[in-house]
C-alpha cells in the first residue's frame, strides 16, 4: 500500500513544469499541505458542506490537473494528515518557504472560495483566514484582493467537472 501511494505522487503529482527528478516529494508534501489546509477551512464551522466539498475538489482538480480518483486521493491523505497534525505550522511553514507571493495568492483565493462556497462566513473561518494567511507570509492587502477575487469570481454552471 505504501509503494502505491509513493508511486502516484511520483508519476502523477509532480508539477508539469518540473522535471521528474526535481524534488518530487516537496511537490508532494506542498499538495498535501495545501490540501490540508483547504480541509481545515473547510472544517471551521464544523460544518463541512457538500457544496465546500464540491468546490474542494474541483479547484484542486483544476489547480493541480487530477481527475476524479486522483482528487479524491489526495483529499483523503490529507484528511489523514490533517487530523494527526498538532496545530497549521507544519503546513503553513512548508509553503511559506517553497510557494512564492503569487502562488500564496492563488491558494488564498481556493481559500475564500472554500469558505464562501456554502453562501455563509463564520466568524472562525474569518478568524482562521487572517491567521493561515499571517502564517502564509501574505499581507492583508494581499489577503483582501484575494477575497475580493473568490467573492467576485462566479461559480461554474451546474455539472461541470
Given at each position: 500500500m505504501l509503494q502505491a501511494l509513493k508511486?502516484?505522487?511520483?508519476?502523477?503529482m509532480a508539477p508539469v513544469d518540473e522535471a521528474p527528478a526535481e524534488a518530487p516529494e516537496r511537490s508532494?508534501?506542498?499538495r498535501l499541505a495545501a490540501c490540508a489546509l483547504l480541509l481545515e477551512l473547510a472544517h471551521a464551522d464544523d460544518d463541512f458542506t457538500e457544496d465546500e466539498r464540491q468546490h474542494l475538489e474541483n479547484?484542486?482538480?483544476?489547480?493541480y490537473g487530477l481527475n476524479r480518483r486522483e482528487a479524491d486521493e489526495l483529499?483523503?491523505?490529507a484528511e489523514q494528515e490533517r487530523r494527526q497534525a498538532a496545530d497549521l505550522w507544519q503546513f503553513t511553514n512548508l509553503i511559506r518557504r517553497h510557494y512564492s507571493t503569487g502562488q500564496k495568492m492563488v491558494l488564498a483565493e481556493i481559500?475564500?472560495?472554500v469558505v464562501f462556497s456554502d453562501g455563509e462566513l463564520s466568524s472562525r473561518e474569518e478568524y482562521l483566514m487572517r491567521k493561515v494567511s499571517h502564517l502564509l507570509g501574505l499581507e492583508i492587502g494581499y489577503l483582501t484582493?484575494?477575497?475580493?477575487?473568490?467573492?467576485?469570481s462566479e461559480p461554474p454552471p451546474p455539472g461541470v467537472d
Open positions: 508511486d502516484f505522487f511520483f508519476t502523477r508532494r508534501d506542498l479547484a484542486i482538480r483544476r489547480h483529499l483523503h491523505l481559500m475564500w472560495g484582493e484575494a477575497r475580493e477575487r473568490a467573492r467576485n
